[in-house]
């Protein structure tokens, strides 16, 4: 059974940078994808950054040129985070989607981890 654990959230002051990972256990098969999303107080659940296997990224607008995803082993992810501002304070979860049958689209969420962005 797949599970995730995020990691490496804090506090941190505006300008500053958090690198939160994202650590994937039970899989064998290695062919997944990683979506990133966060979840504001009193606000829904937004996508932040996508990873594909093959390494291609897509970032949400409000993240973009400040956020970056990578692969740092075969079972862990990085969402390196620069330039934070008061409004990336948030929940972020990281998502499992399966891209291999038999499990095909199956998606698996972990817990989160908070960032606070705050001087």
């Known amino acids: 059974q797949v599970t995730l654990r995020e990691s490496g959230g804090g506090s941190v002051a505006p300008g500053g940078s958090l690198r939160l990972s994202c650590a994937v256990s039970?899989?064998?098969?290695?062919?997944?994808?990683i979506r990133w999303h966060r979840q504001a107080p009193r606000k829904e659940r937004d996508f932040v950054a996508f990873?594909?296997?093959?390494?291609?990224t897509e970032y949400a607008d409000s993240v973009k040129g400040r956020f970056t995803a990578s692969r740092a082993s075969r079972n862990l992810w990085n969402l390196q985070m620069n330039d934070l501002k008061y409004e990336d304070t948030a929940v972020y979860y990281c998502?499992?989607?399966?891209?291999?049958?038999?499990?095909?689209?199956?998606?698996?969420w972990g817990l989160g981890t908070q960032v606070t962005v705050s001087s």
């Open positions: 990873i594909g296997t093959g390494g291609t």
């Open positions: 998502e499992f989607e399966s891209r291999t049958v038999p499990t095909y689209g199956k998606s698996i």
């Open positions: 039970g899989d064998d098969s290695g062919v997944y994808v």
